[in-house]
């Protein structure tokens, strides 16, 4: 049977003792030994070279009482026993060098005595397991039993053991999911998997978190409440803060992300603060954030490696402690590799990914969506809506199949619950109103899909050539698309020629893609300014 080990630290006030009285007082390390339901056959007495007189006083006594627990004195030096990194290493030093049995010996640790900083220590060291054992505490007996060595409890760190302490613990966390999904009763299995990893990650970590998905998965929305969360667990005590890079443009970029002094450029009437000052012990949630500027990515890393940057026209830097959240609904590897985006930058938010599955990968999460769209329109506009039984079915069954293709995912959900509770006054959805809106969806996907060429989009340049587009011939206009498509997206035109001739400039000895550029859409009459103008 493995004997019982007890490790504490040495109690200067509580274990003083001097001549006869001692041993009508009640010390609690002597005390520990006297129980005679509880043998300890040896005693590892904590303290520093200063008490070491009053340890072996101690020891002593416990002889007395307990010949045959064995009491092994261990210098351990405080500098100061109320300075927490000072006690920590002093302990996490004795528990890394001792060399424990556990086999043949259990082991008590005794967090009655020392300071709180050394019992929270001793806490978190067997915690942790660097102790492998239990805790042990010991009280003062009751005055009517004053002669009695007092009371104890151990206490078991194994939560296992304890399934109402074990519930608590699950309940919360399930309770945390569900607010991550907006209490939304989700049947898959992956999307519920990644909600848990994220629970987990937002409560436990500080790093960088990227979410990746398509356009109207819910990025925004899952940011806002990872913050939300985090408030909540006092995680931290800032503010929310949200930009879509893809619409920083130009000069106006670096001042919205890191803020100028008056006078740092033209316009620059008054000091702006910054996006990433506003976030200061808060969330920044940057969207889309392939879409920012090299100059500005590389401002952005060193804001989050150094927690600090500097505002245009400024020569002192400022200093934000901000969780950084990012969204993209792009390939950021590819974007690499096009040297439009730095693997510096992409190496430190890559830390942990998350990617939102479309909806079209979740049907069987969109009867439940349906159900909380409803409620969310009822809740903003103060009425009640509802559909009838035969209504319901038929949304759902067409939501749930191969004909909806769900192109903007929730956003395109969420619009058609609201234009179906537009036409239902009553507030009661009826077949009719379900049927007028699936042919509905069913006639937009259909025109987008019309506008795709080979996998290009070509709405935009069919605005822009009007009748002129029917003298283009197919292989121009597909590629006359994609350059337009490209220009819409690009900062400037020489980030849209860099884009376009990435693979051929490192060809050349001197590039001038802006130029090669503008001289390609001008044989269709086309400008930089007229793509940007039709664009906005």
């Not at 009508?24 to 043998?39: G, I, M």
């Not at 009482?65 to 009491?71: A, G, Y």
């Not at 002094?261 to 976030?279: I, M, P, Q, V, Y």
């Not at 040297?339 to 479309?358: E, H, K, Q, V």
Request: aromatic letters at 8%.
């Amino acid at each position: 049977m493995p004997q019982t080990v007890a490790i504490g630290l040495l109690g200067t006030t509580l274990d003083r003792g001097e001549g006869p009285s001692r041993w009508n007082q009640w010390r609690p390390t002597v005390s520990l030994c006297q129980h005679e339901d509880l043998l300890i056959a040896r005693l590892e007495l904590l303290c520093d070279k200063r008490s070491r007189a009053l340890a072996q006083n101690v020891a002593e006594d416990i002889h007395t009482v307990s010949p045959e627990t064995e009491v092994r004195l261990h210098n351990v030096p405080f500098r100061d026993p109320w300075d927490f990194e000072n006690v920590y290493a002093a302990l996490h030093n004795f528990a890394r060098s001792y060399t424990f049995d556990t086999e043949s010996e259990d082991y008590l640790v005794h967090v009655t005595t020392g300071t709180h900083v050394a019992q929270i220590c001793l806490f978190l060291l067997t915690e942790s397991r660097h102790i492998p054992g239990q805790l042990i505490q010991s009280a003062p007996p009751h005055r009517r039993h004053h002669n009695s060595p007092g009371r104890y409890a151990i206490i078991d760190l194994n939560l296992s053991r304890y399934d109402r302490i074990a519930q608590r613990f699950a309940d919360e966390k399930r309770q945390a999911s569900d607010f991550l999904k907006a209490g939304i009763q989700t049947r898959n299995r992956a999307f519920n998997r990644m909600i848990d990893q994220i629970e987990h990650v937002a409560i436990h970590a500080t790093a960088p978190i990227l979410i990746t998905g398509p356009t109207g998965v819910g990025k925004s929305s899952l940011a806002r409440r990872i913050h939300d969360l985090k408030r909540s667990r006092q995680n931290l005590a800032g503010r929310f803060v949200e930009i879509n890079c893809a619409t920083l443009r130009g000069d106006t970029a670096m001042s919205a992300l890191f803020g100028h002094k008056r006078g740092a450029f033209t316009g620059a009437n008054t000091d702006r603060t910054g996006l990433l000052r506003e976030a200061d012990r808060g969330v920044l949630f940057l969207d889309e954030v392939g879409e920012l500027g090299i100059d500005e990515q590389a401002m952005l890393l060193r804001a989050i490696e150094e927690k600090r940057f500097l505002p245009i026209g400024s020569d002192k830097d400022v200093a934000s402690d901000f969780q950084l959240i990012c969204g993209t609904n792009r390939d950021l590897g590819d974007a690499v590799r096009q040297n439009r985006f730095r693997d510096d930058l992409l190496a430190r938010i890559n830390l942990w990914t998350f990617t939102m599955p479309s909806l079209r990968d979740r049907r069987e999460d969109i009867a439940p969506n349906i159900e909380y769209e409803l409620a969310q329109i009822t809740a903003t506009t103060g009425r009640m809506f509802r559909f009838n039984k035969e209504a319901l079915t038929a949304f759902t069954a067409f939501a749930e199949s191969p004909d909806a293709h769900w192109r903007g995912n929730f956003r395109d959900l969420n619009a058609a619950i609201a234009r179906m509770a537009t036409m239902a006054p009553s507030g009661r959805i009826t077949r009719d109103v379900v049927e007028d809106e699936i042919r509905r969806l069913k006639q937009g996907w259909s025109m987008l899909e019309c506008e795709t060429e080979n996998g290009v989009t070509t709405a935009l340049l069919d605005t822009l050539l009007s009748d002129e587009s029917a003298g283009i011939d197919d292989f121009d206009r597909v590629q006359l698309a994609h350059v337009v498509n490209v220009c819409a997206t690009s900062r400037s035109l020489s980030d849209a020629g860099r884009r376009l001739f990435a693979a051929s400039r490192q060809r050349r000895k001197t590039a001038n893609d802006a130029d090669r550029l503008r001289k390609y859409l001008a044989k269709f009459n086309l400008t930089w300014q007229k793509i940007q103008e039709q664009a906005s």
